[in-house]
Antibody, heavy 123, light 108 residues
Framework: QVQLVQSGAEVKRPGASVKLSCKAS????????LHWLRQAPGQGLEWVGI????????AYEPRLHGRVTMTRDTSTSTIYLELDRLTSDDTAVYYC????????????????WGQGTVVTVSS | EIVLTQSPGTLSLSPGDRATLSCRAT???????VAWYQQKPGQPPRLLIY???IRATGIPDRFSGSGSGTDFTLTVSRLEPEDFALYHC?????????FGQGTKLQIK
């Protein structure tokens, strides 16, 4: 079945970097855009960025621009999110999600979600 | 940026009741591109409705969406025990999408 499987929980010190992964299966990886979102404890959902799995184009939430990098590996159908210079405000559950489609850039509804990765930033 | 306000913040109802959840935008949402998600504790969100009124695959017909412009509504016609959860609305009509803060639907 169609699914997105994310990497495990991370605990990081302030100022460090974190790299998360999200492996897609059950559909053609290059056919639909993929996104990262996050949800801080007790808060709503926040969009982080989008990547075009085929061409690798990206767009990011302006407030995070300069600290976030999204990449993909088409050979393993996996996307990555790297977030630098972490602060306690980055503590959240991070989700990858598939765009509902077709081809709305940079935002869309999300029809398939990963299980989430907990990132904790603490000294 | 379009800001979405969901109301009420918490809704207390009983199984079998009808639930009406509101999502109001500060500006018109282009093409009524509003989605609704259900989220249970420890789980990712689940897409219920997109384009304001289209049910996603596998979603029971007791869930319906309506509205246009700045005012959107999610209705659950007859609540089942598994419907008690957190609900999010999202607009994706502008280049900078946004989410509401959520409505918690709890058992009365």
């Amino acid at each position: 079945q169609v699914q997105l499987v994310q990497s495990g929980a991370e605990v990081k010190r302030p100022g460090a970097s974190v790299k998360l992964s999200c492996k897609a299966s059950g559909y053609m990886f290059t056919s639909q855009y993929l996104h990262w979102l996050r949800q801080a404890p007790g808060q709503g959902l926040e969009w982080v960025g989008i990547i075009h799995p085929s061409g690798g184009s990206t767009a990011y939430e302006p407030r995070l621009h300069g600290r976030v990098t999204m990449t993909r590996d088409t050979s393993t159908s996996t996307i990555y999110l790297e977030l630098d210079r972490l602060t306690s405000d980055d503590t959240a559950v991070y989700y990858c999600a598939r765009a509902k489609g077709p081809e709305r850039w940079p935002v869309d509804a999300f029809d398939i979600w990963g299980q989430g990765t907990v990132v904790t930033v603490s000294s | 940026e379009i800001v979405l306000t969901q109301s009420p913040g918490t809704l207390s109802l009983s199984p079998g009741d009808r639930a009406t959840l509101s999502c109001r935008a500060t500006h018109n949402v282009d093409k009524n591109y509003v989605a609704w998600y259900q989220q249970k504790p420890g789980q990712p969100p689940r897409l219920l409705i997109y384009a304001a009124s289209i049910r996603a695959t596998g979603i029971p017909d007791r869930f319906s969406g309506s509205g246009s412009g700045t005012d959107f509504t999610l209705t659950v016609s007859r609540l089942e025990p598994e419907d008690f959860a957190l609900y999010h609305c999202q607009q994706y009509g502008s280049s900078q999408g946004s989410f509401g803060q959520g409505t918690k639907l709890q058992i009365k």
